[in-house]
């Protein structure tokens, strides 16, 4: 609010009360809001912990009961003022509301293992189960009329206002598994595993509320083969190998197996009697369509790698190749008007395939230099495909929804009209297809199907994909006579946006209003003086409808951020001990020192982070120094 008042509008008066718009909108003073809730604060205290017993039974057979619990509880009491700006806005009435939240989430977990060796084999086993509550209770509440705006003074009891408000929350889901797993080894080179869960979810209906998920994986530490021996360059070598399911609940919120009903007054009133005065009969309105066949997205996944080290583990890394396939993906539905209020369910629609590959390095330093220092490396790509879209899921999906369907693509694909630059001529308007609002300065469209007709049935496309080609990780340590020094790097490459910011800094009147300030780049948009320009040119007009969602809004992605930096020093271990210490260390850290983003082309990045494209808040440069001390 802030950044787009327009700096004409001051924040006081010429007589220090708060100054308005005067007439032009209805936004609110930002200075006066802050001021005026400065003491409106939330809280919110959160209590974690765990307790467990072990019992060790008889000859390698053991339990474990444990019992976490995870509480919150937020609360606020906020005081809104009345007020007076300079111009038309004002509230002569003042409001006291109370909130408050209690989650409250416990999980409980026992098992019984087996561990046991038997020459130069070993075997460990467990059985257990696990049970998960979460409950939350919650109200709102609210009173007009405080004799004093005081938070000393101002509570629900004192306010005497007829306008009440009231309202509650409530929400419970539960999980149980039951699972087993199974570890063996030979000699330590030969690897198997196997498991096997049943995850039930009070989420689901009673027809479908258990999933089983089963798992196993090998491996071969080919290093300590007898025919590995001579390989004195060669540490390390394993080759590993899974397969495995799990069910998720991708985010289904509670209660979606049934349809509820529900009254509210202004929502469903209405004069059934035929009466044109008094009070209304309230009837209900249905909240959304249950499913009670919904059950549990399932994903199974395989995973072949190779891990290797050299020069006595010097050299080391790893690659790793994956396939997962999920089906029954659960989503909710868009629906048609036409089916009234609450139309769209959840259900198990679209499958979608995932692949990819990862890789990492890292080498270090010899271990008898007293310069010590090592870097490491990681890289991956992948790629997602939907193979299956049911009918009834299609609209939720990019595509036209008809023909050009989001099959074979990423369900992270953006579609939409593809934007060819501006109109810099008149001559150029005259020889385009029929675009209702063109006009020099404005942005042109491409005419896809080429009727010489521009519209959003015929000529959208594929215009850009959220997934990166690869991303990726670099990491320094150093150390030298107690002082040490980390950095690490962390980049993605390839990867589309679509730029929220864009939005607002070159077009006019998407969403910010004319009178309201503008970012700074629109001063550089299409003019006479400026007729190379490629930002389109200030205008109120609409007509081109610029909003409607094109490549003009997809932009490069791609980024490099020096995540961390840390320096340290850790004291010499002879002179601390005089001060009864173990050790102890000073450091200064730096967390999103800069970031390295894409400055030119078409598609160049013209927002400020391309890791937080939307509306976000950015994330911060922080910078902290502390103390390690241990006795």
């Not at 629900?156 to 929350?169: C, N, Y």
């Not at 300590?224 to 609940?249: P, Q």
């Not at 299956?388 to 989001?406: F, Q, R, T």
């Not at 939005?503 to 209003?513: A, Q, R, Y």
């Amino acid at each position: 609010m802030a950044m787009i008042m327009p700096p004409m509008v001051p924040v006081y008066d010429v007589n220090g009360n708060w100054a308005g718009p005067a007439g032009l909108d209805d936004f609110d003073n930002p200075v006066r809001k802050m001021t005026m809730g400065k003491d409106n604060i939330n809280n919110y205290v959160k209590i974690i912990g765990n307790v467990f017993a072990d019992l060790n039974i008889w000859n390698g057979i053991s339990a474990r009961t444990q019992f976490g619990i995870n509480y919150g509880n937020s609360y606020s009491r906020t005081v809104d003022g009345a007020y007076v700006e300079t111009g038309f806005r004002g509230n002569d009435k003042n409001y006291v509301r109370n909130n408050q939240s209690h989650p409250l989430n416990y999980v409980w977990t026992n098992t019984l293992s087996y561990n046991k060796s038997f020459g130069k084999h070993h075997i460990d086993a467990v059985f257990g189960s696990e049970f998960t509550r979460y409950v939350q209770e919650g109200f709102y509440a609210s009173r007009e009329g405080l004799y004093l705006e005081d938070r000393d003074f101002a509570g629900l009891s004192v306010a005497t206002g007829d306008e009440i408000d009231v309202s509650s929350s409530a929400d419970e889901y539960t999980y149980f598994s039951l699972f087993a797993k199974a570890n063996y080894s030979y000699a330590g080179k030969y690897l198997l595993s196997a498991t096997v869960r049943r995850d039930g979810s009070s989420l689901f209906g009673v027809n479908n509320r258990y999933g089983v998920f089963p798992a196993f994986s090998a491996g071969w530490r080919i290093k300590d083969e007898a025919f590995m021996e001579d390989a004195d360059w060669l540490s390390d070598l394993k080759i590993r190998f899974s397969w495995g399911t799990n069910g998720s609940v991708q985010g289904l919120p509670r209660g979606y197996t049934t349809t509820p009903f529900t009254t509210n007054y202004f929502d469903t009133a209405y004069p059934i009697k035929g009466q044109a005065t008094g009070a209304l009969q309230s009837g209900y309105r249905r909240t959304w369509i249950g499913n009670p066949d919904l059950k549990w997205e399932t994903t199974k996944q395989t995973d072949f790698g190779v891990d290797f080290g050299f020069f006595n583990q010097r050299l080391t890394g790893s690659f790793d190749y994956y396939y997962k396939k999920t089906n029954d993906i659960l989503v909710q539905t868009p629906y048609i008007a036409a089916m009234g209020e609450g139309g769209e369910p959840w259900v198990n629609g679209a499958s979608m395939n995932n692949q990819g590959v990862e890789f990492t390095v890292s080498f270090k330093s010899d271990p008898s230099s007293e310069f010590q220092w090592a870097v490491s490396a990681n890289i991956g790509t992948y790629k997602t495909e939907l193979t299956d879209l049911p009918s009834n899921v299609i609209n939720k999906y990019a595509g036209d929804g008809v023909h050009d369907l989001i099959l074979g693509r990423s369900p992270n694909s953006a579609y939409g009209l593809v934007a060819d630059g501006i109109f810099k001529t008149q001559e150029e308007v005259d020889a385009h297809a029929d675009q209702p609002g063109k006009a020099v300065g404005r942005i042109r469209y491409k005419d896809l199907d080429g009727d010489g007709v521009i519209n959003e049935t015929y000529d959208r496309t594929w215009i850009g994909c959220y997934d990166p080609d690869f991303f990726g990780g670099l990491n320094f340590d150093f150390a030298y006579k107690g002082f040490d020094l980390n950095l690490f790097f962390e980049g993605m490459f390839g990867n589309d946006v679509n730029s929220d910011w864009k939005k607002e800094s070159d077009i006019w009147l998407f969403t910010n209003p004319a009178w309201k300030n503008h970012a700074t780049r629109m001063l550089g948009g299409w003019s006479p003086d400026n007729p190379n320009s490629d930002i389109p040119a200030i205008s109120n007009n609409t007509a081109n409808q610029e909003q409607r969602f094109s490549s003009w809004f997809i932009e490069d992605g791609s980024y490099i951020k020096l995540r961390n930096i840390e320096l340290g020093y850790t004291f010499p271990t002879k002179l601390i001990k005089k001060m009864h210490m173990s050790n102890l260390r000073l450091y200064a850290a730096a967390y999103n020192v800069f970031t390295l983003k894409k400055f030119w082309g078409d598609d160049k990045y013209t927002s400020f982070d391309p890791e937080r494209p939307s509306y976000h808040y950015l994330t911060p440069f922080t910078f902290n120094f502390g103390i390690n001390v241990s006795f």
